[in-house]
């Protein structure tokens, strides 16, 4: 049972820096705005963020300067794919290929290096519960952070005036502007927030998850995030649940191993990617069920006037 607990509570781990980025993708495609560009921005977000833990000794200055990076490249990405009406597939493939080439260069001097020694995190009195406690409550504070940010953005995007006003702009950017409201700025806004998100997956990981800096740290997690909103058919509690999932493929790897399981270990490092494919698949066959609760404007450019 023990084993259990530990799987779980690895599971949690694993799938957090994918429920990060995939609730950033969620808010960008919620407003229209696909950005292929997850997979660089965590990049230049976890050597930023490994840079930062490495010379302060600080977690949270570290995830701090995560998000900054994420945001600070979603933004460049933001005015060309908004403002400039640049094609938004090419222009998020070219930011995952700046961010890993980038990443790699600036990480030269931190490779080799690890963090000190972190502290463990408990839940006092829950994290003695049998069971229950080494499963959930002896988790890293940003797991719980992110289990609350996915209960906001449920409220947003549903309860709040300007959830609704972001959901519309991803069905008909035309009508809401029509209706005064400045769909290119809050479209920025949302592709900054979802950069943000991305930027602190990507330092959880070369922080928290490893803990340090090796080229290409992410391993494909960025790709498998954007999947994620498609699995999750754009809702936030679904990306949280599918994260997990995700992040449990990727511990039973693990456990497998350990277990002395006879399986070639190239298979069980593949079995995250494979069990991505074939959930897209599934889904895909009902290209209908998409199409309903895919942002009608998603992926298309907008341009006031014309």
């Not at 009508?175 to 400045?182: D, I, T």
């Amino acid at each position: 049972m023990n084993e259990i607990a530990l799987l779980v509570a690895a599971s949690l781990l694993a799938g957090t820096p994918l429920a990060l980025a995939g609730l950033g993708l969620l808010i960008n495609e919620r407003a229209g705005v696909l950005n292929l560009g997850a997979e660089g921005m965590m990049l230049v977000a976890a050597v930023t963020g490994f840079g930062v833990a490495f010379t302060t000794g600080s977690d949270t200055l570290a995830f701090v300067a995560g998000a900054a990076a994420g945001a600070v490249l979603a933004a460049a990405f933001g005015l060309l794919v908004i403002w400039l009406n640049t094609n938004q597939y090419a222009t998020g493939l070219a930011l995952s290929l700046f961010g890993y080439g980038f990443s790699a260069f600036v990480g030269v001097a931190f490779v080799g290096q690890k963090l000190s020694e972190r502290q463990p995190f408990e839940v006092p009195v829950l994290a003695d519960l049998p069971l229950v406690g080494a499963a959930f409550f002896k988790q890293h504070p940003m797991v719980y952070i992110t289990v609350a940010l996915t209960a906001a953005l449920v409220w947003f995007l549903y309860k709040s005036r300007a959830g609704l006003v972001l959901r519309a702009i991803g069905e008909s950017p035309e009508s809401a502007h029509a209706l005064g409201y400045k769909v290119r700025l809050l479209r920025l806004g949302a592709v900054v927030f979802g950069g943000a998100l991305c930027g602190l997956a990507g330092a959880f990981l070369s922080v928290v998850y490893a803990p340090l800096w090796v080229e290409g740290i992410t391993a494909g997690r960025g790709w498998i995030a954007l999947a994620l909103t498609t699995f999750a058919t754009w809702r936030p509690i679904r990306v949280l649940l599918g994260a997990y999932l995700f992040g449990g493929v990727t511990m039973l790897q693990f456990h497998l191993q350990g277990q002395g399981v006879d399986i070639a270990a190239q298979f069980l490092a593949m079995l995250p990617y494979l069990a991505t494919i074939v959930v897209l698949a599934l889904i895909s066959r009902n290209a209908t069920f998409i199409r309903v609760n895919m942002p009608a404007s998603l992926g298309k450019p907008f341009q006031p006037g014309a």
